[in-house]
Structure formats: C-alpha cells, structure tokens
C-alpha cells in the first residue's frame, strides 16, 4: 500500500493551493482520510478528516476541520480517482508545513490535535507534501 500526496508548493499569504492524496493497493473509500501537517520542530497534528461514503448512512459526507483551518480548509473525495483533496483557501503564512494524508477506520472524534493526544488510530500514511506560504 502506498498513498502519495502532490500539489505542494509556494504561495502567497491569501492565495490558495489545492493537494491532492492517491493511492495504490488501496481504495481510499474504504477508509477515513485524514490530513495532517507537521511544522519544523514540532509533533505532527491533525487538519481535517473525511468519513468514508460508502460507509455513510447519509448521501453528505462527514467532514471535519481543525480550528486552525475551519472556514478556509476544504477536504473533499474523488472516488473514481481514488483520490482525496485538501483545498486551502485564505492562506496564512502559519500555514508553512509539511502536509501529510493518512487512512484511519473512522474519523477522530475532535481533528487538531497532535499526533500523540491518542485522538487518532491512523494506518497508512504518504511521505509528505511541503506547503510554503510567503507573507
């Protein structure tokens, strides 16, 4: 199983970069995908989280945010090309990180907090994206 992100890069405070997770061995539908990142120095700790459709008793995908990104952050699924997205709007030079997404049975019952907060129960995971914002 492998899950790779892209879509990293430069960027300006208020502009926007969109990442994206795929993966191979693996339907990602079948699982939770969470984003993290992980700032220089620092515990990696949650973004957001996407349930898994198929596995949803609604036609409207649970979807959640740390309070960091709430309001700027956008996680959203393609299935058709196992892929999971990170769309970041409004973004904000304390946005500068290395973004990682990972697959977890469920989400998390509370996204932001870090790694070790025993919040997370995450399987596989890709090898990272670096996101730079300038201000």
């Known amino acids: 199983v492998q899950l790779e992100e892209s879509g990293g890069g430069s960027a300006p405070a208020g502009g926007s970069l969109r990442l994206s997770c795929t993966a191979a061995?693996?339907?990602?539908?079948?699982?939770?995908v969470g984003w993290f990142r992980q700032f220089p120095g620092r515990e990696r700790e949650g973004v957001s989280c996407i349930e898994s459709v198929s596995k949803s008793v609604s036609s409207v995908v649970s979807t959640k945010y740390a309070d960091a990104v709430r309001g700027r952050f956008t996680t959203s699924r393609d299935n058709a090309k196992n892929t999971v997205f990170l769309n970041m709007d409004s973004l904000k030079f304390e946005d500068t990180a290395d973004y990682y997404c990972s697959t977890a049975y469920e989400c998390p019952a509370i996204v932001g907090y870090p790694l070790s907060s025993g919040y997370y129960d995450m399987h596989y995971w890709g090898k990272g994206t670096s996101v730079t914002v300038s201000s």
């Open positions: 061995g693996l339907t990602l539908d079948d699982y939770a």
